[in-house]
């Protein structure tokens, strides 16, 4: 079983970047994915979630607007969509997945900075 991120990287304030979660090992369809970041000395801090049968999905506030959460069973990946990126939204980013369990990635360091 695997949630592995990728799309992380350094991008200038106003910039864009997508992230992506693969999954692998479990039937990740029937998954309800997250995205949370994290910097250091905080919690982890939940971004956006997307369901599993086209529910709506949910954004926190200090997101909504510029980040877009998306899935494809088909390539058992969920992306975020980062716009309008801020220098606030520098954090370690993860993806989470949970069903009858929980699987956590490993995280991804996205850095908005000029």
């Known amino acids: 079983v695997q949630l592995v991120e990728s799309g992380g990287g350094l991008v200038q304030p106003g910039g864009s970047l997508r992230l992506s979660c693969a999954a692998s090992?479990?039937?990740?369809?029937?998954?309800?994915v997250s995205w949370y970041r994290q910097t250091p000395g905080k919690e982890r801090e939940l971004v956006a979630t997307?369901?599993?049968?086209?529910?709506?999905?949910d954004y926190a506030d200090s997101v909504k607007g510029r980040f877009t959460i998306s899935r494809d069973n088909a390539q058992n990946t969920v992306y975020l969509q980062m716009n309008s990126l801020k220098p606030e939204d520098t954090a370690v980013y993860y993806c989470?997945?949970?069903?009858?369990?929980?699987?956590w990635g490993q995280g991804t360091q996205v850095t908005v900075s000029s």
């Open positions: 997307i369901y599993t049968l086209g529910v709506t999905p």
């Open positions: 090992g479990f039937t990740f369809r029937r998954y309800v």
């Open positions: 989470n997945a949970r069903y009858l369990v929980t699987y």
